[in-house]
Nanobody, 128 residues
Framework: QVQPVESGGGLVQPGGSLRLSCAGSGFTLNDYAIAWFRQAPGKEREGVSCISSRYSSTYYGDSVKGRFTISRDNAKNTVYLQMNSLKPEDTAVYYC?????????????????????WGQGTQVTVSS
């Protein structure tokens, strides 16, 4: 069963950094395109970043370009989202999502209906 598991959220001051992890449980992450989404209270879910299977091409939402970096560690079966220069508007629940089919490329824009399997989410709060 494909089940992504997020970790790494928390409270950080503006300008700080966090690294989120998405671990693959019961499947090999490298065989799938993986995306990070976020949802703040009262707002629609937003595609933050994605990474393709195998070839690892990446895309970023305009609001995080230059600040966030997505990457894979195949040995650990984990995808990371390194978040730097965090802003209060980055506060949200962050979700890891996996495509329904293997060997997919991630595309822009990053849309939730392209992803079938979702983690439980991890809270990121940016506040002084």
């Amino acid at each position: 069963q494909v089940q992504p598991v997020e970790s790494g959220g928390g409270l950080v001051q503006p300008g700080g950094s966090l690294r989120l992890s998405c671990a693959g449980s019961g499947f090999t992450l490298n065989d799938y395109a993986i995306a990070w989404f976020r949802q703040a209270p009262g707002k629609e879910r937003e595609g933050v970043s994605c990474i393709s299977s195998r070839y690892s091409s990446t895309y970023y939402g305009d609001s995080v370009k230059g600040r966030f970096t997505i990457s894979r560690d195949n040995a650990k079966n984990t995808v990371y989202l390194q978040m730097n220069s965090l802003k209060p508007e980055d506060t949200a629940v962050y979700y890891c999502a996996v495509t329904g089919n293997m060997y997919r490329l991630c595309v822009s824009p990053i849309l939730s209906y392209d992803y079938e399997y979702w983690g439980q989410g991890t809270q990121v709060t940016v506040s002084s």
